[in-house]
């Protein structure tokens, strides 16, 4: 009897720390894009509206975002990844905000962090893999076109 408990304990505990395991061999770089992605699902923005070149760009903005706040002392207590996975959330907000002009995230508001030097680094990312519609010049009918279509 005791032996048929501990085995289920056994396989409850496996579980429950093989997930845990498994995650802290993922690269970096492989999680914040899968993150990045689906975030931007969860958004109601299509991952596939961006080239992969543009999503190792955010990801790798991400890794190396995470990186700078654990060398600055800046990220909360834990695990390396759950750090990660909440600068590739934010930089998919970012991602977001840009895509329908929110808040700060406005092609005026925009335009004018680019004259002082402070644009986001989700923008200047966008901007080179999809000047077409990233570009200062293409990112106000890119947000208005992107309104209409929401509704």
């Known amino acids: 009897m005791w032996a048929w408990t501990a085995l289920i304990l056994g396989v409850i505990v496996a579980a429950l720390l093989i997930p845990l395991l498994l995650a802290s061999f993922i690269r970096p770089r492989v999680l914040a894009t899968?993150?990045?992605?689906?975030?931007?699902?969860s958004l109601g923005i299509?991952?596939?509206?961006?080239?992969?070149?543009?999503?190792?760009?955010?990801?790798?903005?991400?890794?190396?975002?995470?990186k700078r706040f654990q060398e600055l002392g800046l990220n909360e207590p834990g695990p390396w990844h759950s750090n990660l996975q909440e600068h590739a959330e934010a930089m998919a907000g970012d991602v977001y905000a840009i895509v329908v002009?929110?808040?700060?995230?406005s092609a005026e508001r925009i335009k004018?962090?680019?004259?002082?030097?402070?644009?986001?680094a989700?923008?200047?990312i966008l901007a080179k893999h999809d000047p077409k519609r990233f570009a200062l010049a293409a990112l106000e009918k890119t947000q208005w076109t992107n309104a209409v279509m929401r509704g």
């Open 101 to 105: 002009g929110e808040g700060d995230f």
């Open 112 to 120: 004018e962090a680019v004259n002082n030097d402070t644009a986001p």
């Open 46 to 66: 299509d991952p596939a509206g961006f080239s992969r070149q543009c999503i190792n760009g955010l990801a790798d903005e991400a890794v190396a975002s995470t």
């Open 122 to 124: 989700a923008w200047h």
């Open 34 to 41: 899968a993150v990045i992605e689906k975030h931007l699902t």
